[in-house]
């Protein structure tokens, strides 16, 4: 962590921090079609959020503007109240799964030190100190025996450790996530969402792409419902609710006659369903 | 072997040609490696192509038949057609694949025409340009060596030097993005060691049969390792290989062009590495599937056993072969077989009774294969 800017309050210094990320009129148009339509968002630092909504609603959309990997129609991303060029060492991505080919030869070790090369001098190669970084990593994700193992050689639930060691050893405050709950099994889950809460108790900042409506209350403190448009932003108890669910989801029917009465259930914590409030 | 070693060593042509064959094997087999893991194989054959006007143009502008002038004018215009290709992709609604071709056949198409008017001029000096086409390794000279050196020495340095970016950068494009690299500049740089590596190959093997030397070896390498590093050796290995029998086949038979024969044994070595690599090679993949099947035979013949045995109070009750068939095709071979192997004991009138080893190996199959069933 010893990378981290000297002043994490941000500019200003004015005793309140700067938030974790601000987006300010973010439009995004893939061939004049709106993807992302004039969000704005503020994120506190340290809060493990989830972004939630339909698919096509630009959640993937939203992580690929804030890391600058395509470029908006309009919009202002600030992370730490500073830029993203400024701010780029302090934020960590995980990709979706399937973005890459995992018959790509190269091992489980290798592929988790990619996330040191942000900091590899040109000339300097990988070397001790970001293998062990990496094989720290590997542990705290359960995965340090399969390090020398060929990356195609994994379970789905093991390759997605390995983009989330490889995510951990980037030591980033804020994380953008895509899908890292993406099919995997119940225990890789667990795993998982140790790892992520370990990392908010750290005082870091989360913005995790998440499909389950079912453990939003139990894993996330926060949650940003999207469906092109900005619906709601806030902690899970206030925001998940039977309205903001429709306005999210539409008017499928049979999906709401489910959901709005979870979405009440939220409103009223004792009376949720298997308590998930241990949060 | 000896005599073809004293050949290659005293005939000074075939020494040239042969060295000029490896180099060019050894830079496109290393460098076809970032292009076939980037899923732009293709792009060589594009790049290789689009380098024929450029030859033609730098001798109609220079009059000159320097190879220099004309690998040059080569590099020019196989580049612009690379930045062709990408411009098209991300400019329009054109996918890679159209993208590619339509540069190639554009570019190819312009230079055929331009040949045909070189030729047809009434100047003697202007024979011999067609050698691009297919390649003429005997016209290399010594000097023409020299370059190439240098060329494939700064290329793999180059490619030392960004090693692990590149491999970053072909393994997840995006996540080399977000960690700040520059991306579009590394994107480049690769291209441009292409077209190197491509032009390079363009006297010797020639504008249609240049992208085998990237693919080939390439995808001969992987089938034999799991590394990167390994591969990108290997694929230079290879590459070298069929760059130097290459030469030596066609200097032994009347007739028979280098390039062209050098693209024969790259095939050839990439044939037998699909057929035989351990692990990926297809003989490999059909004897596993093949022994698995095997196995689940047999373990069906044992569970079978075991669960027939159950209905009694002695396991090891003798009993007639009753496997559902559709698991088992050859219960009566996996029986044999299994009776070879000590775990059943065959009784007459085709019965069959577990052995205590067997007892305990189908109890095993059967907690291992059936979680949720009783032993």
Not at chain 1, 171 to 179: N, V
Request: hydrophobic residues 50%.
């Amino acid at each position: 962590m010893g990378k981290r800017l000297a002043d994490p309050a941000g500019p200003g210094g004015g005793g309140k921090a700067a938030p974790a990320l601000e987006v300010e009129d973010l439009t995004v148009a893939y061939n004049e079609k709106p993807v992302l339509w004039d969000v704005d968002l503020s994120v506190p630092p340290g809060v493990l959020l989830a972004v939630v909504g339909p698919n096509g609603a630009g959640k993937t959309t939203l992580i690929r503007s804030v890391l600058g990997l395509l470029q908006p129609v309009a919009g202002k991303v600030r992370i730490f109240g500073r830029s993203l060029a400024e701010a780029r060492q302090r934020v960590g991505y995980l990709p979706q799964r399937g973005s890459v080919d995992w018959d790509f030869p190269t091992t489980v070790l290798d592929t988790v030190m990619m996330g040191t090369y942000g900091q590899l001098g040109w000339l300097r190669r990988p070397g001790r100190r970001e293998r062990e970084a990496a094989m720290e990593a590997l542990s705290r994700c359960n995965m340090a025996d399969f390090a020398g193992r060929q990356i195609s050689r994994l379970s789905g639930g093991q390759q997605q450790r390995v983009f989330l060691a490889r995510a951990l050893v980037q030591q980033a405050d804020l994380y953008l996530m895509d899908e890292p709950f993406a099919a995997v099994d119940a225990t890789t889950e667990r795993a998982i969402v140790d790892v992520l809460r370990e990392l908010r108790s750290q005082g870091r900042t989360l913005l995790v792409v998440h499909h389950d409506l079912e453990t939003l209350n139990e894993y996330f403190d926060w949650v940003l419902l999207i469906n092109v448009r900005r619906i709601a932003l806030g902690p899970v108890s206030e925001v998940l609710t039977s309205e903001n669910l429709r306005l999210t989801y539409g008017g499928r029917a049979a999906f709401l006659s489910v959901e709005g009465s979870r979405g009440a259930a939220a409103d009223d914590p004792p009376a949720a369903p298997g308590g998930g409030i241990e949060a | 072997m000896n005599s073809l070693l004293a050949e290659l060593l005293g005939d000074h042509t075939l020494r040239t040609v042969a060295s000029g064959a490896a180099l060019l094997g050894i830079s496109s087999g290393a460098l076809g490696c970032f292009a076939m893991l980037r899923r732009q194989s293709l792009l060589g054959d594009a790049i290789s192509h689009a380098a024929l006007p450029g030859v033609a143009l730098a001798f109609m502008l220079t009059g000159s038949k320097e190879p220099l002038t004309l690998l040059l004018g080569a590099a020019l215009s196989g580049w612009l057609g690379t930045l062709l290709v990408t411009r098209i992709v991300r400019g329009s609604r054109v996918k890679l694949d159209a993208a590619l071709g339509l540069v190639l056949s554009v570019f190819f198409g312009a230079g055929l025409v331009l040949l045909t008017i070189i030729q047809s001029r009434p100047d003697a000096r202007q024979a011999g340009l067609d050698k691009f086409l297919f390649g003429n390794a005997s016209t290399l000279l010594s000097s023409d060596i020299r370059a190439m050196a240098l060329l494939a020495l700064l290329a793999l340095l180059a490619l030392l030097l960004l090693w692990p970016r590149l491999k970053l950068l072909s393994f997840d494009p995006d996540f080399a993005a977000s960690l700040g690299l520059p991306v579009r500049w590394l994107d480049l740089a690769i291209s441009t060691l292409i077209v190197i590596a491509i032009v390079m190959g363009l006297q010797t093997v020639g504008v249609v049969l240049m992208s085998a030397m990237l693919v080939a070896p390439a995808a001969a390498a992987r089938q034999w390792t799991d590394r990167l590093a390994s591969m990108v050796l290997l694929a230079g290995a290879f590459g070298a290989l069929a760059g130097i029998s290459g030469a030596l086949l066609s200097a032994r038979i009347e007739r028979l062009p280098t390039g062209p024969a050098i693209v024969v044994i790259v095939s050839l070595i990439v044939f037998f590495s699909l057929l035989f690599a351990p692990n990926r090679g297809m003989v490999f993949a059909w004897l596993r599937s093949r022994g698995q099947r095997r196995q689940l035979g047999q373990a069906t013949v044992l569970i079978s056993l075991l669960q027939l045995a159950q209905q009694h109070s002695d396991p090891f009750h003798p009993h007639q072969l009753i496997v559902p068939g559709s698991l088992s095709r050859q219960p009566r071979r996996q029986a044999a077989q299994l009776v070879r192997d000590g775990l059943l004991e065959a009784l007459p009138d085709g019965l069959y009774r577990l052995t205590a080893s067997g007892l305990s190996e189908a109890r095993r199959l059967s907690r291992e294969l059936l979680p949720g069933e009783q032993p």
